[in-house]
């Protein structure tokens, strides 16, 4: 899991980008008991530096490297799933003691990646707002128009191939995939990529659920004519802690 941190308010533009690591079949009990350390920290991926006023193909040049500067950190942390690295490790088994004392032959899986959407961009090299399952293009996404109309689902095989050949002919078909041109780690490690996305609560119930439950609320109180008790309630919510009191109609 990772995803960029605000150190502090008052500190300025300070971020940390930490990357976490847990074991996959913990219980959610254990999971969560901080005193069980189930969940480490092994990493702190670099922040690039903030690009202003520069020319546009300037500007292209330093997206990549930052591109290929994160990746470079991945590789080297994901790199023992791989089993490349070590000839006597076979296919990737290990024998790993067990709570119960016995030896089991086990072998490494990267499961799943708990992040929100621009990280998933990050990591798996697409643009930003488009899909990370097909390949969908940006205007058409949510089209209620054409329900029945089907798009190809990401080849992630395909894209380690067009990059690696490097060619305008293969760079353009993966800009029409809103896929960017470079090395990408997770398309080199054994896992099925499409399945590492994991829904993220913050963004995916108190950021996009809660909007969408707003919206339809106020919309709903417009037609039967309730909107002036709705924005009289929303102004009169008091401030809390750091969150400064509603100053506007909602």
Request: aromatic share 8%; charged share 25%; hydrophobic share 35%.
């Amino acid at each position: 899991m990772s995803d960029k941190t605000h150190l502090s308010k008052c500190a300025g533009d300070k971020k940390e980008w930490s990357l976490y690591m847990t074991i996959g079949n913990r219980s959610s009990k254990i999971r969560q008991m901080p005193s069980m350390h189930s969940v480490v920290m092994v990493a702190l991926r670099p922040i690039p530096m903030k690009n202003c006023n520069i020319a546009q193909k300037r500007l292209d040049e330093e997206r990549q490297t930052n591109r290929e500067v994160l990746n470079e950190v991945l590789w080297r942390l994901l790199q023992p799933l791989t089993f490349k690295q070590n000839p006597s490790a076979g296919s990737g088994y290990y024998n790993v003691l067990c709570a119960d004392c016995i030896f089991r032959r086990c072998k490494l899986v990267l499961a799943a990646w708990l992040a929100d959407c621009p990280e998933y961009s990050d990591l798996h090299h697409l643009e930003r707002h488009v899909w990370l399952w097909c390949e969908c293009p940006k205007n058409n996404r949510g089209d209620h128009v054409h329900p029945d109309k089907l798009h190809l689902w990401r080849d992630q095989n395909l894209y380690r191939k067009l990059s690696d050949a490097n060619t305008k002919a293969d760079d353009a078909e993966l800009s029409s995939c809103h896929v960017h041109q470079g090395f990408n780690t997770i398309r080199h490690i054994p896992c099925i990529v499409s399945d590492l996305p994991q829904p993220n609560l913050l963004h995916t119930m108190q950021i996009g659920m809660l909007d969408h439950l707003q919206k339809c609320i106020f919309h709903f109180m417009k037609t039967h004519e309730r909107l002036d008790k709705y924005n009289a309630i929303w102004l009169s919510m008091p401030a809390y802690h750091d969150l400064t009191p509603n100053n506007k109609l909602y």
